[in-house]
C-alpha cells in the first residue's frame, strides 16, 4: 500500500506562484508514475500533469510552461511548481500514483491505484 498526502494549496492573487507537494509513505516511491489531477468547481476531474519512474514529463496544454513537476525520490515525494496561476487553475488539486504506468495510461485518473486527499487551490483575480 502506498499512502499520498499532498500539501502546499493556499489562497494566492493572480500572477502568483505556489509549489504543491506529494509525499508517499508505505513504500519506495521511485518505482511509481505520479500525476497531479485537478477539478476545478463544478467541473470534472483534468490531467495537469505527469512524471513516469524514468523522469519524462507531461502536461496538459493549459499549463505548459507555468507548471513544472518534477520528483525528489529520497525524500518520496513529487512536487508540482506552479507560476502565474490565474483564476481558471483554482481547483482542488489530488496527486495519484501507479507502479510502472505506461504513457498511454498516464492521462486517465481511472488508471492509477493510489490517491491522496487532495488540497484546495485559490486564485483571486
Known amino acids: 500500500q502506498v499512502q499520498l498526502v499532498e500539501s502546499g494549496g493556499g489562497l494566492v492573487q493572480a500572477g502568483d506562484a505556489l509549489k504543491l507537494s506529494c509525499t508517499a509513505s508505505g513504500r519506495t516511491f521511485s518505482p511509481y508514475g505520479v500525476c497531479w489531477f485537478r477539478q476545478p468547481p463544478g467541473k470534472e476531474r483534468e490531467f495537469v500533469a505527469a512524471?513516469?519512474?524514468?523522469?519524462?514529463?507531461y502536461y496538459a496544454d493549459s499549463v505548459k510552461g507555468r507548471f513544472t513537476i518534477y520528483r525528489d525520490n529520497a525524500k518520496n515525494t513529487v512536487y508540482l511548481q506552479m507560476n502565474s496561476l490565474n483564476v481558471e487553475d483554482t481547483a482542488i488539486y489530488y496527486c495519484a500514483a501507479k507502479r510502472g504506468i505506461i504513457i498511454s495510461s498516464l492521462f486517465s485518473g481511472r488508471n492509477y491505484d493510489y490517491w491522496g486527499q487532495g488540497t484546495q487551490v485559490t486564485v483571486s483575480s
Open positions: 512524471i513516469r519512474e524514468t523522469s519524462n514529463r
